[in-house]
Nanobody, 115 residues
């Protein structure tokens, strides 16, 4: 059974940092693109950052220069380093593993940024 488990969320003051982790129990993890999504209260879920199987990263404009996504295939883990956090970054962050028509989701971890 495939499982994605996120961790690292919490409460932080504006300007602070958090590092989220997503550990996946997927065979051939290295072949999957991994994405971080977030959903704030009352808002639609949005794609924040993604990293391909070729280690190419992409970000939405609002987090460029502040967030860094990386992967460690030996540990089946993807990280999202979040620096310079802002109150508008407050959301539930979920990771997604994607390959062809296959999609797996984690339950999410809550990030709260106080002003």
């Amino acid at each position: 059974q495939v499982e994605l488990v996120e961790s690292g969320g919490g409460l932080v003051q504006a300007g602070g940092s958090l590092r989220l982790s997503c550990v996946a129990s997927i065979s051939i993890f290295s072949l999957y693109a991994i994405n971080w999504y977030r959903q704030a209260p009352g808002k639609q879920r949005e794609l924040v950052a993604g990293i391909t199987s070729s280690n190419i990263a992409n970000y939405i404009d609002s987090v460029k220069g502040r967030f860094t996504i990386s992967r460690d295939n030996a540990k089946n883990t993807v990280y999202l380093q979040m620096d310079g956090l802002k109150p508008e970054d407050t959301a539930v962050y979920s990771c997604n593993a994607r390959r062809s028509f296959v999609n797996y989701w984690g339950e999410g971890t809550l990030v709260t940024v106080s002003a």
